[in-house]
């Protein structure tokens, strides 16, 4: 060994993204996560195809006019953006409670940087994943209600939105999480609160008189998927893309916060 | 070189660290001594960047720590003695630390191999012992051939064959030139390992001395005598240059003189001595009279301090 005295390179943000992807494929339960995401997804949103499939004949001909086979092919992105947005809340929360925090921060002399390549990986990872589960999900509940019930092509009028679209929806959504997961610190805590914000907040908003619910409705992630799933226009919501900008300045509202818990508290 | 001037860190109701300066030189190996919960591990954090100073600064080689180019390369720290995933292997938990200042694959076996994790290197280090996980943190800290570096209690859970060859370890590395801090709350561990030390208690520095100096001012060796004509001894013996205090009601602790000069002082002024005895005081027990109320947690105060947890 001897002491190195070279003039040397500074770190740069390459090297931490580089250092992500090296933590992010080297853990078993990432890949366990990524699994249940595409399971959930595509296996629910086959159970929804097959189940309306099956009992088409005694649908009646009122929704059989309205059926909107795409947004019946997506249906297990209920499950499945949960899925991921707690990878999404690993991808901090899990060095927390490892420990491995202290040493992957004294490693690097900036935590904004550490941060946002945490933040880049890991949109990465989940584009490719939420998109690859949302066209698979598309794909196998188009051929389980062929025969049966009017199906939809990717050529057809708003269905490639629709379908990339909510890959795009469930990985913004995991990047929100992973925003939560920074500020919250713990992994229980982190999941509580995301799926709280997700599914238990519409639920509650329901409960308010009908004029209210439907201002509020409209802001909240859930209405933001459920309009991008659709083909058809929601009625009282944003359109897909107005809805999906919203998501993307909740996300960067998140983790603008996230970083600045970050730098600003002992680790 | 670390330096850390007027170093305090503040918490809502107590000082953890409380003005502290002091110094960590290259080529030695500088001990960090106190009791715990004295603002040892507070301190090296703070060092490390991880935790935010209240008031007066710790710089390393004139840096603040977030203006380090490649921290790794500058400063190598084993702070927790498990800061790594226990479902990563021990090599992907290096490589991932090494990939963030352009180290190479080469740099993570050697020091595997440097601290005798070769073997291992594959397994998940979830299922490594105490001493392991230490020694994979100790390879974290040498991975960027640092010519400063820092160990919060590295002995702590390793075997007597462990101990042994950190102390081997840090010597090695401050013979390197390397500048090492070294903390620890045992004072046998340090007299082995340091040759410079800083003391503190509650946050505040208690000494800052070399090793050598330490040893001589704390662990002095004295006598024990006792006679019924202590009056008549203690005059005799303050001739003959040295010190003492009365101990119980005939004894007297002597230092400044051998014990057989007490004896032979005594004999020639026909006093009847009931004991001599002479009595060398470890640097442990230096320690602990240096200590003595320093400790934060002492008994009639941690009933407090759990009751406080629980409300």
């Known amino acids: 060994m001897s002491i190195t005295t070279t003039t040397e390179r500074r770190q740069g943000f390459v090297d931490l993204l580089a250092s992500e992807w090296v933590k992010i494929r080297s853990v078993r339960s990432t890949v366990f996560t990524l699994l249940i995401t595409a399971v959930l997804t595509i296996g629910i949103s086959s159970l929804g195809a097959f189940a309306i499939a099956a009992n088409w004949n005694h649908v009646p001909v009122a929704q059989r006019l309205t059926f909107d086979p795409t947004s019946r092919s997506l249906s297990g992105v209920l499950l499945g953006q949960l899925a991921l947005g707690v990878l999404g809340i690993l991808v901090f929360t899990a060095e927390v409670a490892t420990g491995t925090i202290s040493a992957t921060l004294t490693a690097a002399s900036s935590r904004t940087k550490v941060l946002l390549a945490k933040i880049v990986m890991f949109a990465i990872v989940a584009v490719i994943v939420a998109e690859i589960v949302s066209f698979a999900s598309f794909f196998a509940g188009q051929a389980l209600l062929s025969g049966t019930t009017p199906t939809a092509s990717l050529g057809g009028t708003n269905v490639l939105r629709a379908v990339a679209g909510t890959g795009l929806y469930m990985a913004i959504l995991a990047l929100f999480a992973l925003g939560i997961g920074v500020i919250v610190r713990h992994t229980a805590g982190a999941i509580t609160t995301f799926v709280g914000l997700v599914l238990v907040l519409p639920l509650l908003v329901t409960a308010l008189p009908t004029s209210l619910s439907n201002d509020i409705n409209k802001f909240l992630p859930f209405t933001i998927g459920q309009t991008m799933m659709s083909v058809h226009p929601q009625p009282d919501t944003f359109s897909a893309w107005a809805g999906l900008g919203l998501l993307v300045i909740y996300t960067i509202i998140i983790l603008a916060i996230a970083n600045w818990r970050l730098t600003s508290r002992d680790a | ?311």
């Open chain 2, 1 to 311: 070189m670390i330096e850390a001037r007027g170093l305090t860190k503040a918490y809502e109701d107590t000082l953890a660290v409380d003005h502290l300066d002091f110094q960590v030189v290259e080529g030695k190996v500088t001990g960090f001594l106190g009791p715990n919960g004295a603002g040892k591990s507070t301190t090296m954090r703070m060092i490390m960047g991880l935790d935010h100073p209240s008031e007066g600064s710790v710089l390393i080689n004139g840096q603040r720590f977030s203006d380090l180019k490649n921290p790794l390369r500058t400063i190598g720290a084993l702070l927790e003695a498990k800061a790594y995933h226990p479902g990563r292997t021990a090599r992907n938990h290096l490589l991932a630390l090494a990939t963030t200042n352009h180290i190479s694959k080469q740099r993570v076996d050697e020091v595997l191999d440097l601290v005798g994790l070769t073997s291992v290197a594959n397994r998940r280090a979830g299922t490594f012992s105490l001493g392991m996980g230490q020694r994979l943190g100790i390879a974290a800290a040498l991975l960027g051939d640092a010519p400063l570096l820092l160990f919060d209690e590295p002995v702590n859970g390793l075997d007597p064959e462990g101990i042994l060859w950190i102390r081997h370890l840090l010597r090695g590395l401050a013979a390197e030139g390397r500048g090492v801090f070294v903390s620890s709350h045992l004072m046998s561990e340090m007299a082995l390992t340091a040759d410079h030390v800083v003391v503190i208690g509650r946050g505040k520095l208690v000494a800052d001395t070399d090793m050598a100096n330490f040893i001589d001012a704390n662990s002095g060796k004295t006598t024990l005598v006792r006679t019924p004509k202590r009056r008549e001894l203690a005059e005799l013996l303050s001739q003959h240059g040295a010190t003492m205090t009365d101990v119980d009601d005939d004894g007297l602790q002597v230092s400044g003189l051998e014990t057989a000069a007490i004896g032979e002082i005594a004999f020639s002024a026909g006093l009847v001595l009931h004991e001599l005895a002479s009595v060398s005081a470890s640097l442990e027990d230096a320690f602990m009279s240096l200590m003595q109320d320093d400790v934060e947690f002492q008994s009639h105060s941690s009933v407090v301090h759990l009751e406080g947890e629980h409300a």
